[in-house]
């Protein structure tokens, strides 16, 4: 029994060994076009960031496409800017312990709602995952009001707490898929011999699940490092600002001239170790995102 | 079966530590207690701002307004900014999906491929969803500056139309960069979700289709769409859901300038700007519903995914 051949592109059918030959030439030289393209798509803004990023001067108001006088000026400059240090060290802070804070309450709840009995489990992972899809300003509005009230507007713990919202319910939701791949039979041994669940969980769960904990770990850092409506709404001086809100505002410093190529500088600087970091953990992450998105 | 296990289990358990009831209930509190804090309570305290006025004048000075402001955002004063921020959210929406649905698709093919230097390919795509949101919209607005901007450089010197278009300052335009620079970021990652879609289909139902003598476009159509459409429908809500909630974008390529304010900005703009709690809370209050939409239909579907999780074993 054979398909009917739609139009020109009717091809005799081929035998299955075939598949292992390597494709036609017309084929293949529309793969590497396409692969050619998706990569020039993909790259050319980031490689135009870096270009700008080593002009200065009368060159920035060039569109070359390489800098015809390179110069690392703008890198030392964003270095001796205060508030540009200060934004490093500011999101440093804040991701860092938004990231610990959400993998250490995170493994636990993960490790409870993988593992023991919980009552109204799919409830809860229901209302889990709903809550990575809030839109933050529903968050934003209501806190700053708070914040203005209470004083924790412009603190590190003011822009942590509303951080949490979304990267702890994410740390659980992919910790807890993490945990139930470990086989039970490991935990059950330990188990019949006397451990506690507590002691199972940190010296047999934890340490299996380390991958896991990598991919939470730095889906939550890179989602608080790259968290813009916060930083803006919550914050309202350099003290406490994190990158993303200084780099937005570094437009503002000059109404007359935008320093374009201190910007790109910034821009690269806190760029390229997310690139770095991502590129390292490419498999975990494209697994931690796909966690909550691929329909089982 | 499990019964069983448990029975064996139990006085074991009992003789080390807390019961398996108590643990569990103390792990989850933090959680709980956190997310009540982050998550709940701002959520509560919202609808109750957005039921009050707040006066400009003396700070903390405010009455009870019932719906007034909903009123307002709704038919009243303020609705022309709130139904042309809603409707630039869905416009926004609806055409960067439909793209990066698009371009997403046709990239997860290209990366299924099998040839040398697939892995290089597969890191390439996660550059743009690596650059900071912030940073992308920059890169973005100096590629589309009238003047210097690489964009107008290359249409002049190819002689093209549009090589004098003030793309930021023009709505129409403006919207259209927005939605290209949404595009560029998160293409990748849909492709990285059909990828993932791709990948778990039987590599044999291909092969008995060639058997069979269809052509690449008949098992494109037969084969892979079909089984990649939950694949599809999930990412499509995926990319919604966040394409509803953008704010970042708007705020540092336009501000909000020539029709490009959308529902998350607008509220913003009023509360932080304006100082209008009131309203602003109620703008909040409207865009987490309207997300909230369709959050449900995702949660619907992915719902077998949860059952799982929640299943004991």
């Not at chain 1, 919980?118 to 889990?128: G, S, Y």
């Not at chain 1, 203005?148 to 713990?157: A, C, F, K, P, R």
């Not at chain 2, 210097?148 to 960069?177: I, K």
């Not at chain 2, 990828?195 to 289909?201: S, W």
Request: aromatic share 12%; glycine share 6%; hydrophobic share 55%.
């Amino acid at each position: 029994m054979s398909v009917t051949a739609v139009g020109a592109r009717a091809t005799p059918a081929p035998r299955v060994a075939e598949r292992r030959h390597p494709p036609r030439i017309g084929k293949s030289v529309l793969l590497w076009l396409g692969v050619l393209l998706i990569m020039v798509f993909c790259l050319f803004p980031f490689y135009w960031l870096i270009n700008t990023s080593l002009k200065t001067g009368a060159d920035l108001s060039t569109a070359n496409a390489f800098p015809p006088h390179p110069t690392l000026d703008n890198y030392s400059s964003i270095f001796k800017n205060d508030d540009f240090v200060k934004a490093l060290k500011n999101s440093a802070i804040i991701s860092f312990t938004t990231t610990l804070i959400a993998l250490v309450f995170g493994s636990f709840a993960a490790y409870a709602l993988a593992r023991l009995r919980v009552p109204m489990k799919f409830l809860l992972l229901a209302v889990i995952l709903s809550i990575t899809t809030f839109p933050p300003i529903a968050i934003a509005a209501p806190v700053f009001k708070l914040w203005t009230d209470i004083g924790l507007y412009n603190s590190y713990l003011g822009l942590i707490l509303p951080d949490l919202t979304f990267t702890l319910p994410l740390t659980i939701y992919i910790l807890t898929s993490f945990f139930r791949e470990i086989p039970r039979e490991l935990e059950e041994a330990a188990l019949v011999d006397g451990a506690s669940y507590f002691q199972s969980y940190y010296k047999i769960v934890l340490p299996l699940a380390a991958p896991g904990l990598v991919t939470a770990g730095l889906l939550a850092f890179i989602f608080v490092w790259n968290e813009f409506l916060f930083a803006i709404t919550l914050t309202s001086s350099a003290n406490h600002r994190p990158v993303p809100a200084a780099i937005a505002f570094f437009t503002g410093s000059s109404q007359f001239e935008i320093p374009l190529g201190t910007i790109s500088a910034a821009s690269v600087v806190v760029t390229v170790p997310l690139i770095v970091l991502v590129l390292i953990f490419q498999k975990r992450i494209v697994a931690g995102l796909t966690a909550g998105a691929v329909k089982g | 079966m499990a019964a069983a296990a448990e029975t064996v289990a139990r006085p074991r358990r009992r003789r080390s530590g807390l019961s398996e009831r108590r643990l569990a209930a103390l792990m989850i509190a933090p959680s709980i207690a956190v997310i009540l804090l982050v998550a709940a309570y701002p959520i509560g305290y919202a609808i109750w701002l957005s039921l009050h006025q707040y006066s400009l004048i003396h700070a903390g000075l405010s009455r009870w307004s019932g719906f007034a402001n909903y009123s307002d955002a709704l038919w009243g004063n303020h609705s022309s900014d709130f139904w042309n921020a809603f409707r630039t959210t869905f416009v926004f929406t609806a055409i960067s999906v439909a793209l990066e649905l698009a371009i997403g698709l046709a990239m997860a093919l290209a990366m299924h491929q099998a040839f040398r230097g697939r892995a290089v390919l597969r890191a390439t795509v996660l550059v743009p969803w690596a650059i900071l949101t912030v940073v992308t919209a920059m890169t973005w607005k100096t590629i589309f500056d009238p003047d210097l901007g690489f964009a107008n450089t290359m249409l002049r010197a190819l002689h093209l139309p549009g090589g004098h278009v003030v793309w930021l300052g023009q709505s129409g335009y403006a919207l259209a960069v927005l939605i290209f620079a949404d595009v560029w970021k998160t293409a990748p990652f849909m492709a990285l979700l059909l990828l993932a879609g791709l990948q778990v289909i039987p590599e044999d139902v291909y092969d008995a289709a060639k058997v069979d003598g269809a052509t690449t476009w008949q098992r494109f159509r037969l084969i892979t769409l079909p089984l990649l459409t939950p694949a599809i429908l999930v990412a499509l809500i995926f990319r919604t859901l966040d394409a509803l909630r953008v704010f970042d974008l708007p705020y540092v390529l336009t501000q909000g300038t020539n029709g490009t304010t959308t529902l998350s900005l607008e509220a913003q703009q009023v509360l932080v700007n304006n100082g209008i709690i009131g309203l602003g809370s109620a703008l909040s209050v409207l865009t987490f519903v309207t997300v909230m939409i369709v959050s449900f239909l995702y949660i619907r579907f992915v719902g077998g995914n949860i059952r799982a999780l929640a299943e004991d074993r």
